[in-house]
């Protein structure tokens, strides 16, 4: 089971930028996808963005296209979740996520919270 660990996370005011980063515990191959979902307070986990290792397609939730960017970096194991123009409704706690198939949930990492200040 590949173990993921993100870092990153904080207190931003509305505007502001934050980069995430998540680390896998072991080389991905070419077909896994590394995803971004979060959990707002009070509300269900939800979908944000997702990279796939081999050909580094993404995808996006509609709520986060245009403001963040997803890239991953295969030498490094690790996937980055670039946040720009942050909302408080951005607020939330992040978790990277992994797996072979879509939607890649197979592996979680711990999570790690952002605040977007109003």
């Known amino acids: 089971q590949v173990q993921l660990v993100e870092s990153g996370g904080g207190l931003v005011q509305t505007g502001g930028s934050l980069t995430l980063s998540c680390t896998a515990s072991?080389?991905?191959?070419?077909?896994?996808?590394l995803g971004w979902f979060r959990q707002p307070p009070g509300k269900d986990r939800e979908f944000v963005a997702a990279?796939?290792?081999?050909?580094?397609?993404?995808t996006y939730a509609d709520s986060v296209k245009g403001r963040f960017t997803i890239s991953r970096d295969r030498s490094e194991n690790q996937a980055y979740l670039q946040m720009n123009s942050l909302k408080p409704e951005d607020t939330a706690v992040y978790y990277c996520a992994g797996g072979g198939t879509w939607p890649p949930q197979s592996s979680w990492g711990q999570g790690t919270q952002v605040t977007v200040s109003s």
């Open positions: 072991e080389r991905l191959y070419s077909s896994y996808i």
């Open positions: 990279v796939r290792q081999g050909t580094g397609g993404t």
